[in-house]
């Protein structure tokens, strides 16, 4: 079972930047990282995703440009916001999968989660 904790959110103004960042208990199994939203009333969202072990990362169409995501270390990701905006407030979570050839962009691909952390972006 790995064990995802997400860290680094909180409340920002819009324009402003927030980092967050995803330590993995073990990711020997993994094939891919990601990193998901969801706000309130609406299905959770795709943000990026990260290859793990080639470090290829992909982005949502809604953050191409303003989010950056790092993998840091074998066990450690960071997802770097730039230029947030009110639409960027949701809980963000940390996700993995060991899952070949999925679609990575796809909640349901993903069986490990963190417990999310909060993001707002205040006008």
């Known amino acids: 079972q790995v064990q995802l904790v997400e860290s680094g959110g909180g409340l920002v103004q819009a324009g402003g930047s927030l980092r967050l960042s995803c330590v993995a208990s073990?990711?020997?199994?993994?094939?891919?990282m990601g990193w998901f939203r969801q706000a309130p009333g609406k299905e959770r969202e795709f943000v990026g995703s990260v290859r793990w072990s080639l470090g290829i990362i992909y982005y949502g169409d809604s953050v191409k440009g303003r989010f950056t995501i790092s993998k840091v270390n074998e066990d450690t990701m960071y997802l770097q916001m730039n230029s947030l905006k009110p639409e960027d407030t949701a809980v963000y979570y940390c996700?993995?999968?060991?899952?070949?050839?999925?679609?990575?962009?796809?909640?349901?691909?993903?069986?490990?989660w963190g417990q999310g952390t909060q993001v707002t972006v205040d006008t």
């Open positions: 996700a993995g999968s060991p899952i070949w050839g999925i679609s990575f962009n796809t909640t349901t691909n993903y069986p490990y």
């Open positions: 073990d990711t020997f199994s993994l094939y891919y």
